[in-house]
């Protein structure tokens, strides 16, 4: 596994992020793409406020958190600054009412319930949320996200909740070093994403596909991700482990 090195600066950051964007356009690049089709979502989890003040002064603009309550509290401590938070991991319903306060995205919404639940607190509040649909394209059961062959059923239920906007799919790919196992999760996310522009184009928004962290974000690239999810690549190693934001029989890699 790549190093991560630590990035306790505005300069450390700045040079990570350049660094990063720098990988994403030679990804691109490769592939045929324009590089500007791909945004990069820094990802926050662990880190104490001052290093996201110094990722706001790097020039980030947007943070992903896992855990809602944390990005709950960030988002109140940081309420001077102009960023907006996407919430990225597994949501109960009992925390949609905090997604629908604060959030600009979600993106892992693998449930009816989940959609209900956010669209009725955003409905009270008069606000609309951009979500992704998750989906399991590893196959390993101790991930979340809809089964592939579900997609469709699933993408047919999301207009009767108004208040979310559909932006697309997100995925975790399998936690291997065997590339061409990871590249099928991230290739078979854009075939079901192809397959729906295709059928039911009025159902998946953009089609962005969400997909790539710091262990794999070029190969996610290079197979048609929109929006990479990177942390350790930016800001340094965790002290925390990410068993701390995923169940424990996850092993998703690094963000």
């Not at 691109?28 to 089709?37: Q, V």
């Not at 002064?57 to 109140?76: I, L, M, P, S, Y």
Request: net charge negative.
């Amino acid at each position: 596994m790549m190093p991560f090195p630590p990035a306790d600066t505005v300069a450390d950051i700045e040079r990570n992020l350049a660094d990063v964007r720098g990988r994403i356009k030679s990804a691109a690049i490769r592939a045929g793409r324009d590089p500007a089709e791909v945004r990069l979502l820094p990802v926050t989890k662990t880190l104490p406020v001052e290093r996201l003040r110094s990722a706001a002064a790097a020039g980030c603009t947007e943070f992903g958190e896992n855990k809602v309550q944390e990005a709950k509290r960030k988002h109140a401590e940081l309420a001077d600054l102009d960023v907006k938070w996407s919430v990225i991991g597994h949501l109960q319903t009992n925390k949609a009412k905090d997604v629908a306060t604060f959030a600009a995205e979600f993106q892992a919404l693998d449930s009816v319930r989940v959609a209900e639940a956010l669209d009725r607190r955003l409905a009270q509040t008069g606000r609309t949320l951009d979500v992704f649909v998750q989906v399991n394209t590893s196959g390993e059961e101790s991930k979340f996200g809809l089964s592939p062959e579900d997609v469709p059923a699933f993408l047919s239920e999301l207009p009767a909740f108004g208040s979310l906007r559909v932006q697309g799919l997100m995925t975790l790919a399998l936690f291997s070093p065997d590339t061409e196992r990871v590249r099928a999760c991230f290739r078979l996310l854009r075939e079901l994403r192809d397959r729906a522009r295709d059928e039911t184009p009025g159902l998946i928004g953009p089609g962005g596909l969400s997909m790539g962290m710091s262990g794999d974000f070029e190969l996610a690239v290079e197979e048609g991700s929109t929006c990479v999810r990177v942390g350790q690549a930016i800001f340094g190693a965790r002290a925390t482990p990410d068993s701390h934001y995923w169940p424990p029989t996850v092993s998703d890699g690094p963000t």
